[in-house]
């Protein structure tokens, strides 16, 4: 943590210390010579030395007091020594009041000499008999509109701390850019989240994904570089004016920053979270709460230029929109079913490269192995079938696969079509959550067991599925979507929920709960499995 950083928090915990901890020191000290001249002045700093002896002199009163009391027995002394020790008391508050009152006074008339010092160019402040040549110098007459430009910061900070401002200012007008990129990057993700809501196919919805993802990458990297940028302003700036002000004995104006800045932390963290991004957030309640800061630097610095321009600001100033909703979305996997057909023998060339086989996490989909080859082939060689994918077994070699389908009875079909066309062995295979198995293989792998196998016949076991649907009612469109994607199976109530079924084929189950999801996306669907023998 930078030091400007430990002492914009620490401005926040301790600034309400800050005036009784001055006020302290006003009474010890002999206050300032050039005054002595000033009735007012003397009569009050004599008044505080008074004040403070008779405060010393109650203290020691009521210390002895309550020993006294501690000691005595009777219950007449004790009470008398109760009665004197409440009226020592009452006169200790009435002397801390006037005593507030007093030092309140004497720093007014102080504040008021040292402004009049610094404005007519005088370089240095005695106070009692130390020369305080720390104290800012500034000229009203040289003032300028750019706050940061003014002589008060360039001739009292360090030549670091001073560029460090410079920087700090500059950046205003970035964080103005950053949060204006930030909203009009969100209303295109908004856009995007839109239209990838209502994509029906993955030819369109994928490349919507994927500009999401780009837009919520972008949008996560404006509001770290917001984060930071606008923490080294607040940082930056909170540091130099309590620097000057801190010298002009200030207090006041340093304690109702502080405050000012708490509340604006505290409307932050109340709403952490809530929107899109935190950091614009604590930009567009922070900015305000800056300039009212700025504002009441430059009026007490009588910095008039700076004082208009900052003014003038405040008055056209529309905080920026941060009320911007999280935009969450959830990846949509869509199948892509699609029978097979004759095309032109070199539809995929270099412009348009035969696809990898795309793999689902989830569902079912059936794919018709066309070959597996040591080597990659000349599209030539498949007799222009589309669609086609390709990808690489476990042994290095490559496979050829044609066409997508929810069912095995829709892939046999253009199974039968692909030999009428002369393909001599395509095979069925099956992907079910990302695992695939050739079905074809698999069934020759089953029949050679049980022709070899000395065990009696076991009767086959296959699964049957049902789908149930957890609604308390199923409307128009999902009756609709259930008659055309499962034509003929029936639909019954079970319990609280529906129950469509039963389905002999996993493809057919996919396809209802994909058809279903697609416009019901928060719906909850169940799939059972029954054995049948």
């Not at 001055?22 to 003397?42: C, F, T, V």
């Not at 395509?426 to 089953?446: F, I, R, Y």
């Amino acid at each position: 943590m930078t030091i400007k950083r430990i002492i914009t928090s620490i401005l926040v915990l301790s600034s309400l210390m800050t005036i009784s901890a001055y006020a302290i020191g006003l009474i010890q000290r002999p206050g300032i010579k050039e005054l002595e001249s000033n009735k007012e002045y003397m009569e009050l700093i004599d008044r505080s030395a008074t004040l403070s002896e008779a405060a010393d002199s109650i203290n020691t009163l009521l210390d002895d007091c309550r020993k006294r009391m501690s000691q005595a027995s009777g219950d007449e002394s004790v009470e008398a020594l109760r009665v004197e020790i409440i009226s020592l008391e009452q006169q200790a508050h009435d002397i801390s009041v006037e005593q507030g009152s007093v030092t309140r006074r004497i720093g007014a008339i102080e504040q008021e000499h040292i402004m009049h010092k610094i404005l007519s160019g005088q370089q240095h402040v005695v106070l009692g008999e130390i020369i305080d040549d720390s104290t800012p110098v500034g000229d009203v007459q040289s003032a300028v509109a750019n706050l940061v430009e003014n002589d008060c910061f360039r001739s009292e900070l360090s030549e670091d701390d001073y560029a460090d401002l410079l920087r700090a200012q500059a950046e205003e007008s970035e964080m103005v850019m950053l949060a204006q990129e930030y909203v009009a990057a969100y209303e295109k993700l908004a856009k995007v989240a839109s239209d990838y809501a209502v994509a029906d196919r993955a030819a369109v919805a994928d490349p919507l994904y994927k500009q999401y993802q780009e837009l919520s990458a972008k949008l996560e990297t404006l509001d770290e570089k917001m984060n930071t940028t606008w923490n080294h302003i607040l940082d930056t700036k909170y540091f130099a004016m309590q620097y000057i002000l801190e010298k002009l004995h200030r207090y006041d104006i340093i304690d109702n920053a502080a405050n000012n800045y708490q509340q604006m932390e505290s409307r932050c963290a109340s709403e952490y979270g809530v929107y899109s991004s935190d950091a614009l957030l604590r930009y567009s309640v922070g900015r305000h709460t800056l300039l009212r800061y700025e504002l009441e630097f430059a009026r007490d610095l009588r910095l008039k230029p700076a004082q208009d321009s900052i003014r003038g600001v405040l008055e056209r100033y529309a905080e920026p929109t941060f009320n911007l909703k999280p935009i969450k979305v959830e990846y949509r996997e869509f199948k892509d079913f699609a029978k097979v057909k004759i095309g032109r023998s070199n539809f995929y060339d270099e412009s348009n490269p035969l696809p990898e086989v795309r793999v689902y996490e989830s569902g079912t989909i059936y794919r018709i192995l066309l070959g597996t080859f040591r080597q990659k082939q000349a599209m030539t060689l498949f007799k222009g079938v589309q669609p086609m994918s390709v990808t690489r077994d476990k042994d290095g070699q490559y496979c050829y696969y044609a066409g997508g389908y929810a069912t095995e009875a829709e892939a046999c079909d253009d199974i039968q079509f692909l030999k009428d066309k002369g393909f001599k062995a395509p095979e069925l295979c099956c992907w079910t959550d990302g695992v695939m198995t050739n079905v074809d293989q698999a069934k020759k792998n089953s029949s050679t067991k049980s022709q070899t196998s000395t065990t009696p016949n076991l009767q086959e076991v296959k699964v049957q599925y049902m789908v149930v649907i957890r609604v308390a009612s199923l409307d128009t469109k999902m009756r609709s979507i259930i008659s055309s994607t499962a034509p003929g199976k029936s639909v019954s109530r079970s319990g609280s929920n529906y129950v469509v079924g039963l389905f002999n084929e996993r493809g057919e189950v996919d396809m209802l709960v994909t058809s279903l999801k697609e416009l019901y996306p928060t719906i909850e669907i169940d799939i059972t499995e029954t054995k049948v023998e």
